[in-house]
Nanobody
Framework: VQVAESGGALVQFGGSLRLSCTIW?????????RAWYRQTPEKERELVAGIRSGGTVHYADFVKGRFTISTDNAKNTLYLQMKSLSPEDTAIYFC?????????WGQGTQVTVSS
């Protein structure tokens, strides 16, 4: 299983960005859940948003109404649409995939929001 995030960039305060996470797997196991986390040097990795295979979504309080998690199962891709970004959203964003009882992570993509 390989996971790769993309879409991180430098954006201005109030701007928008869409992150993508592409998943490659060769086995027949189904993906049970996918999620976005973020991490800064000052904070531990924290959950941003998650989505289960049945479609149930969960958002951290600090992104509700601003971020939207979605999937394109045909492309095995997970998205995170972010709007109204602030400098507090600056972090490395990671994709987490739960498959056959194991978690798989990508290398992360850097999001920087300038004030």
């Amino acid at each position: 299983v390989q996971v790769a995030e993309s879409g991180g960039a430098l954006v201005q305060f109030g701007g928008s960005l869409r992150l993508s996470c592409t998943i490659w797997k060769s086995d027949s196991f189904s993906i049970k859940a996918r999620a976005w986390y973020r991490q800064t040097p000052e904070k531990e990795r924290e959950l941003v948003a998650g989505i289960r295979s049945g479609g149930t979504v969960h958002y951290a309080d600090f992104v509700k109404g601003r971020f939207t998690i979605s999937t394109d199962n045909a492309k095995n891709t997970l998205y995170l649409q972010m709007k109204s970004l602030s400098p507090e959203d600056t972090a490395i964003y990671f994709c987490d995939v739960l498959l056959a009882g194991a978690h798989y992570w990508g290398q992360g993509t850097q999001v920087t929001v300038s004030s």
